[in-house]
């Protein structure tokens, strides 16, 4: 992707950033949440599991684990600290915007228990920027082109049913969702571009 694309791509995720938070702080989402949520929600069981396990991959504890895992598998090591500074200058973004807004988290179904703000979402943001660096990594390396669009398409599928989760699971409104991913494509696009020789 040349520099113009990521510039358009970077600035129509950054409106779609702010005008989202302009229409939470002015509680004028409530009827996209709702519809949202009574899209997506089932009462199962098995779909409770199978999200619960799901949202695990946005974590705060599996964002330790990928952190020193980075740390200890990669080879370029300047790689891997500015990968991990980028998730963890991330997280930290994330919570002072929450602090912000101070969006209380959803009432009703609240299958897991969160006790900070809700919105953005933190899971979908720094899981955006995760899995968005795999793919950078992949789409940058030598493998075949075919397996290129198997790994990008798998994380890209993990990395939506976890923003799912999060909303089936009652931890967030649809319109955290938008807030998160955008935000994470934001930092993605911003940080690939100021440290792409760092990152090779």
């Known amino acids: 992707m040349n520099r113009y694309k990521k510039i358009i791509i970077f600035i129509i ?19 996209f949440d709702n519809y949202i949520y009574e899209l997506i929600y089932w009462d199962s069981s098995l779909f409770t599991k199978l999200f619960k396990g799901i949202t695990f991959f946005g974590s705060t504890i599996f964002i330790i684990i990928v952190f020193i895992v980075n740390l200890i598998i990669n080879k370029n090591k300047r790689k891997a600290i500015f990968q991990d500074l980028a998730i963890l200058l991330a997280h ?7 602090l912000l807004v101070a969006r209380p988290r959803p009432e009703g179904i609240n299958l897991v228990s969160e006790k900070s703000f ?4 933190g899971h979908t943001m720094i899981s955006t920027i995760i899995y968005g660096l795999f793919m950078y990594d992949v789409i940058n390396s030598k493998m075949k082109k075919k397996n290129k669009v198997l790994i ?16 089936y699971l009652g931890a967030h409104f649809a319109s955290d ?10 930092f993605l696009i911003g940080y690939t571009t100021l440290f792409k020789n760092k990152l090779r």
Do not use: H, Q, W
Not at 13 to 31: G, S, Y
Not at 92 to 98: D, N, T
Not at 177 to 186: A, D, K, P, R, V
């Open 152 to 167: 990008c398409s798998m994380l890209s599928t993990l990395l939506l049913f976890i923003a799912i989760s999060r909303i």
């Open 118 to 121: 809700s919105y953005p979402s």
């Open 13 to 31: 995720f950054l409106l779609i950033f702010i005008i989202n938070t302009i229409l939470v702080i002015n509680n004028n989402v409530d009827n």
């Open 177 to 186: 969702i938008i807030g998160g991913f955008s935000l994470g494509i934001i």
């Open 92 to 98: 930290i973004s994330c919570e002072a915007i929450k």
